[in-house]
């Protein structure tokens, strides 16, 4: 988490006001590169990594859980100390939001896998197109968002986005 948490952030700060100086990119995708940097790594990524390195999952879901923890204590202060952003949050809102959009689908998943055996036997059964169903949705989502932030007035354009993409490869 040392790693995680400090030195990624520590580097990708030093660089994101490097090629903001040359003005490859504008102010605010520095920042938002920043603030990236300063979040945890998601518990999926780390079981996609680790699967395929054939490493220890058990430990690897242990470790993304606790960065995920100490994420939410670290990443706020974080990213107060590298761009010197304050804000404030309706944190009633955000519990409503998350609890309709994680704990909801949640507890309705379990109630089903728990209580209907009809239900599970029918997603056992076409566990495949679940899957493409799912990586679907999270490509239309992508993509709806990626549209969305272009169709409005930004300071930063499509190349900026390019460029961006060509920086996760360095």
Same mark, same amino acid.
């Given at each position: 988490?040392?790693?995680?948490?400090?030195?990624?952030?520590?580097?990708?700060?030093?660089?994101?006001?490097?090629?903001?100086?040359?003005?490859?990119?504008?102010?605010?995708?520095? *920042?938002?590169?920043? #603030?990236?940097?300063?979040?945890?790594?998601?518990?999926?990524?780390? $079981?996609?990594?680790?699967?395929?390195?054939?490493? *220890?999952? %058990?430990?690897?879901? +242990?470790? %993304?859980? +606790?960065?995920?923890? $100490?994420?939410?204590?670290?990443?706020?202060?974080?990213?107060?100390?590298?761009?010197?952003?304050?804000?404030? !949050? *309706?944190?009633?809102?955000? +519990?409503?939001? $998350?609890?309709? =959009?994680?704990? &909801?689908?949640?507890?309705?998943?379990?109630?089903?896998? /728990? +209580?209907?055996?009809? !239900?599970?036997?029918?997603?056992? /059964?076409? /566990?495949?197109?679940? /899957?493409?169903?799912?990586?679907?949705? &999270?490509?239309? #989502?992508?993509?709806?968002?990626?549209?969305?932030?272009?169709?409005?007035? =930004?300071?930063?354009? %499509?190349? *900026?986005?390019?460029?961006?993409?060509?920086?996760?490869? $360095?």
């Amino acid at each position: 988490q040392i790693f995680n948490f400090g030195i990624v952030s520590v580097i990708v700060y030093g660089f994101s006001r490097l090629i903001v100086t040359i003005g490859l990119i504008s102010q605010s995708l520095a *920042d938002g590169m920043v #603030i990236g940097s300063c979040v945890p790594i998601t518990v999926n990524m780390v $079981l996609v990594l680790t699967k395929s390195s054939g490493g *220890d999952e %058990a430990a690897a879901v +242990f470790n %993304a859980a +606790f960065g995920n923890i $100490l994420g939410i204590f670290l990443s706020p202060v974080l990213i107060l100390l590298y761009l010197g952003q304050r804000a404030s !949050v *309706d944190i009633g809102n955000v +519990f409503y939001k $998350l609890s309709l =959009r994680v704990l &909801l689908p949640i507890a309705v998943g379990q109630l089903f896998h /728990k +209580f209907s055996p009809v !239900v599970m036997n029918f997603v056992k /059964k076409y /566990k495949v197109y679940f /899957k493409k169903i799912q990586e679907y949705c &999270l490509i239309c #989502i992508i993509y709806t968002v990626f549209c969305t932030t272009f169709s409005t007035e =930004r300071d930063s354009s %499509a190349v *900026d986005a390019i460029l961006m993409i060509i920086f996760q490869f $360095l």
